[in-house]
């Protein structure tokens, strides 16, 4: 297959298309962008790349430059070039310390501006990738990465993006409010397409508030991964029927942090009970519902089978019944929520990831056919507020300081992006406190060449966990 996109052969292009890579050095992160997103050796395409980043950063792309042979721009000669194969942003050392809301707040119109001049610069199809992180400061969060990219994607079509994870090792420090390592930072990547529509003038305000961190209760937290991987064990012939289940040790390691033993862990979409089975072997008691009367067995099962070996004080209960219809009288008071809901409905979606595999053993490709399924809704913004009134409901029975915390991922349907993650939090943010992500990445699955030779798809191996906090009014 003829290669219109880079010089890279498959087995070079393959490694760049993982949504999650360990950081190890500016250069190395810089040459992998540049190698992937400039075309060299083409005569028709003048290979010029705009760079806006630190000093210092912009003397590794001078080393970059004498190795790889391209032109090189800043923003203040960039008037000089009439077209650009790829732009290369990097924030993230402008972006630090107490100030960095207000710091943020300039350094966002500075970028909005040096990018939505260059809408006509900009070759057909190619990219600008932006490294910026999001910050984590004085119990405050914001996630500048997230606002950024909503805010672009106003202008220039959402391609994808990507987590660079800093292997710096655990910091251990305690503290009186959850929060993560933080050691990773986002490449964001926007592309100049027919799709990108130029008419947005005013970008100022941001997408997400500055959410104050509402003093709950303090509750000693040992830092916690801002990344991890996870790989499943072998699903038991039961849960292999469910074709979306989280690790329970994914879920274990959350309740280890946000409970204590004897207190209440629920989870609205119970699936096979991995929520409900981590938290009994915590010795928790374990709450939740589940829509399909089918997967509400397996999880009672499932629950049934383990206290009858081990686990004694610790009680159980899963109700077949719609998330929407949850009432505070069915359940104790909660202290900590687990989930991962339907992603949108893409099980529905012919030759989805995963669903060859299935077709060929004969097991089922979706949750259900029941149109209370969140699975089986077609229009995201009815799925996102659907699933948005089942958690604002769930506040009802958490009590007040208590988290929640669900597993969701970024789609890409049909050539587009949808920030799942992002809007789902941004929503959320109305009555809940957002808190530091962080991320489970999946390393044992293998890499397709999507958009081989004509542009970048990755293959999204980062999962979000969002947690976030009921406010003690
Ligand atoms: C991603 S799966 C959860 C998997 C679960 N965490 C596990 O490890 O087995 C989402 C679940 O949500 C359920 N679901 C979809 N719509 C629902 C609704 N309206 N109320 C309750 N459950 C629903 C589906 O049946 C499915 O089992």
Redesign the pocket.
Known sequence: MINRFNNLTSKEWLPFQKSWFKFTDDETLYRQNIRFFIQFDDPEKEPNLLFWGSDEQLKTIKILQKELGFNLFVPENSKKADTFQFVLIDLRSFITGNRSFDNYMIIKNQTLELIYGLKNKILHRRFISIQISNIYNENVFFPFAWDLAKTISSFYSLKDEKTGCLNTGQVSEKSDYFKTSGNLFYGLYFRADEKSQYQANSFAYPFFENTCQIKADKVLFDDFPSWYILKPKPRKKTEIL?P???PEDLAEMHIKAFTKEGENVF?????????QIAALMLNRNAYG????QF?CNIANERCKNLKSGNNKSSEYKILCQ???KIKPKNFPLIDYII????YWDMLNMKGAENQAKRIKNGLQLN??ENM????NTSDYNQFLSDLTNIYFNLILILKPGGYITIVVKNIKKKGNNYPFAWDLALRLQKKLILLPESFWLQDDISIAPYGYGNTFVSNTFHQYCLTFQKPVL
């Not at 519902?289 to 399909?292: A, D, I, N, R, V």
């Not at 209370?372 to 699975?375: A, M, Q, S, T």
């Open positions: 469910h979306a289940k989280y989870d609205p979409m119970s699936g096979t009970g991995s929520t519902t589940e829509l399909s997967f719609d998330a929407r989930t991962s809901p339907p949750y259900s209370e399924d969140l699975g």
